[in-house]
């Protein structure tokens, strides 16, 4: 509690406790494992190297206590009630969470489900402050407090207009789109950097003509003429008016999994949407390595 907020009065007053009593047992805690757990700067007090160590391996026993009364309730009423909060990106709840959520519903429709529509950093933070059970979606870079499972991986697509040049070509290279417009999600996106990354680093010159949010809007626009875009194969069916060429010989494919904050406690009702998206994740071995703890 220290160490959350800063001060040994804040702490105090958050246990309910007298400063001497937290000083005391801190001094106990100090006492018992023979190092310094607390470096104290005039009231401030901020972790020693030792005391980060014992904060990281004791933070999933205290909030496995915190939610006790939860995971108890939990195990009575099973998955016959509760709720279950998932955050995702527009694109992953438009195209691949329809098919998870309408089996989902099947098996337990009493439990309350909310889909927080967040992407990028927004995403990570309401999974880090517990306002949601876990994400679906997308990463390029994994934070060390977070572990991520992907389960599907899509193509890149080049999209265009029908009858465009491109589409008469038999082998694309990333030259030959340098001459027309792209139309793209906004650069904080995944997308946006990947796309920005390969050309980079190809040191072929673009240029972008739009930049907008949505798969369905995106397609739309270059339907229209307006450009033409490197999009994921999630987001294609066979009725898009569209050309449609694979890019992966020069963009990597694009995973989708699962998000967690490592050490998490997961609800049971997180656990069963879960193991829809990958079945067994739960009882791999790796998987609890990596940060999880079973319970």
Partial sequence: MSAK?????????????????????IAALERDYGKHLMLRTGRRVTLSQAGEMLYELALPLIEGLDQLDQQFKGKLQGLAAGELNIAAGSSTIHYLLPALVQAFRAK??????????????????????????????????VPNDLAWE???????????PLNHPLATKPMLSLQDLSPYGLILPPKRLTTYRLVDLIFQQARVPYTV??????????????????GISIVTGICLSPNDRLEVRNMRQYFPPRSYGVVMRKGKYLSPQARAFIDLIKPGLFQRRDYFEAGHSER
């Fill in 150 to 160: 992907p389960v599907y991986a899509f193509d890149p697509m080049l999209i265009a």
């Fill in 209 to 226: 003509a739009i930049e907008v949010g949505g798969w369905d809007v995106i397609k739309q626009y270059v339907a229209m003429g307006l």
């Fill in 108 to 141: 337990h429709p009493e439990v309350r489900l909310q889909l927080h529509n967040v992407t990028g950093s927004a995403g990570l933070d309401l999974l880090r402050s517990d306002q949601v059970d876990f994400a679906v979606g997308s990463m390029l870079d």
């Fill in 5 to 25: 907020l800063g001060t040994l009065s804040r702490a105090a007053e958050a246990l309910f406790l007298s400063q001497p009593s937290v000083s005391l047992q």
